[in-house]
């Protein structure tokens, strides 16, 4: 083996198919399973501030629409107060996708969480000046853009070191906890705002309206102060100690050439699924509003939405077992998921003519909420999995960053595209009802035949991908030597765990 200069890191060549069958072995003797899984926990769990505060705001726009009717009949604040985060968003996916590959995966993910909180806090005190209605609703949409770029780092920092955290944990159930611990936060933080809308409504009472939407917005600033500790112990992941370009100059050209066309497959089928998924999730209440009648109590559409918001966690929680079947995977899945969710959705809109009345309220909650359910199972589970794992670890923060923000320019896009539809339906209530889930299955059957361009995602995707990139760089006159941080943990017997020392031109 090659001689180490002390104080130098050790040079490090691409790891083998034995390496990382050892490189398990090690993390399973040195490492508890605690202290295997908490930097999982740690890094994906942050999701669930996305998911609150991203569907929060969907009760928190109908009691504002309640409370200011006169300015947003003569404003563009409806569309604004629910949709601006998506911008904000994307452009956080993009700005801490470059820095958790440059600088940190940890410090990255501390920064977005830091922004989180601020604006959080300030968008719960939004206030116009002298009290007007059209000064709050402009502080809101200003804030919830900059909560937006908190929200769009812990993309590209959290999850992406979620699922390199995965690959210190027993081969057979890395999908099933980076799934937990990812999608799933999301869909149980849809799930208790949509609890929290409602015992609140009820707690102040229809008449304080003005107190609810504000405690509502309030205690989405818990969730992501209750991981600051944990998010200050974390260490970088291995595999980005081992593969990181921080130290060297990024390969642009190489890595475009290299990953273009995956990416385009990855973030076409992400925009699909954030089109839906978010738009119709901000849109719930309304859609409940206008089926119950006008008369109804702002309450009882809130309470109906509980039910529809459960619905995502059976599919989400399906979804994350199944991704780890031998016989399945992620790739499966997600195709299951989104092709019976298409097949749905265009069931659901011949029926809206019934399902749109009030009397069979319960009929379009459940037949809706197997419409989300599906889009859990397969997309909301996988896609930001296969982002994840498609891609070699030095870049993996941009690519993963460029495929999310494409996700929430669907989202965006759809939030506009769902309230134009409605809007250009006129009075007519059914064709309003029903236009959005025609163009939503359209989209689920376009997202269900790119998955057939996806590649094959195994336990050890992340590790032979970094050994295909190194090889390509070399092949293509890249020095690989300065890769990685040189901090890689080592074994009992001094070899970087992961990573095996360069042998001198000799051979010795």
Not at 129 to 146: E, I, P, Q
Not at 408 to 420: D, E, P
């Amino acid at each position: 083996m090659a001689s180490v200069v002390e104080g130098q890191p050790e040079p490090y060549k691409p790891v083998s198919k034995e390496d990382i069958e050892r490189r398990g072995s090690v993390a399973e003797i040195e490492k508890g399973k605690w202290d295997r899984l908490w930097p999982v926990v740690a890094c994906g769990a942050g999701l669930f501030s996305d998911g609150y505060l991203n569907n929060i705001i969907g009760p928190v726009n109908t009691m504002l629409q309640i409370i200011y009717p006169a300015e947003y009949a003569n404003s563009s604040a409806q569309a604004n107060v629910t949709s601006i985060t998506f911008a904000g968003t994307v452009v956080g996916m993009l700005l801490f996708g470059y820095t958790s590959d440059h600088y940190s995966r940890k410090w990255s993910l501390f920064a977005s969480t830091i922004i989180i909180i601020v604006f959080a806090a300030l968008g719960t005190g939004s206030y116009g000046a002298g009290g007007s209605a059209n000064g709050l609703l402009t502080a809101l949409v200003v804030y919830r853009f900059f909560l937006g770029i908190g929200i769009g780092g812990e993309y590209p920092a959290g999850m992406v070191g979620c699922a390199e955290a995965t690959g210190e944990l027993k081969a057979g159930t890395r999908n099933k906890w980076y799934i937990l611990f990812t999608n799933v936060q999301i869909d149980l933080a849809f799930f208790i705002s949509a609890i929290v809308a409602t015992v609140v409504v009820l707690a102040t009472g229809e008449n304080h309206l003005r107190a609810a939407w504000r405690i509502c917005l309030g205690i989405g600033i818990l969730p992501p102060l209750s991981l600051m500790y944990l998010r200050l112990k974390l260490q970088e992941p291995e595999a980005f100690k081992r593969e990181a370009l921080s130290n060297t100059k990024t390969p642009y050209l190489l890595v475009a050439k290299y990953y273009w066309y995956r990416l385009s497959i990855v973030s076409l089928i992400w925009f699909t699924y954030d089109f839906t998924v978010y738009s119709f999730g901000i849109y719930a209440t309304v859609i409940l509003t206008n089926i119950l009648g006008p008369t109804a109590p702002l309450w009882k559409s809130l309470a109906w939405n509980i039910l529809i918001n459960f619905f995502y966690m059976p599919g989400c929680v399906a979804g994350a077992f199944v991704a780890d079947l031998a016989s399945m995977g992620p790739k499966k899945t997600l195709f299951i998921g989104v092709a019976l969710q298409g097949v749905i959705g265009f069931i659901m809109a011949g029926c809206y003519p019934w399902l749109s009345k009030a009397e069979n309220v319960a009929g379009f909650v459940v037949v809706y909420g197997v419409f989300l359910a599906l889009g859990e199972f397969g997309p909301g589970d996988n896609i930001s999995l296969v982002a994840a794992k498609t891609c070699a670890t030095g870049i993996r923060g941009q690519y993963y960053g460029i495929a999310a923000a494409v996700g929430k320019i669907g989202a965006f896009a759809g939030s506009y595209a769902v309230a134009a539809l409605r809007r250009d339906a006129g009075d007519d209530q059914v064709a309003a009802g029903r236009n959005p889930f025609y163009v939503a299955s359209t989209l689920a059957f376009v997202a269900a035949g790119l998955v057939f361009l996806l590649p094959h995602i195994g336990q050890d995707t992340i590790d032979e991908e970094d050994v295909k990139f190194r090889e390509y760089l070399t092949a293509n006159g890249y020095d690989t030597s300065k890769m990685g941080l040189g901090s890689a943990t080592t074994t009992s017997d001094g070899e970087v765990d992961g990573a095996v020392p360069v042998q001198e031109a000799d051979g010795k």
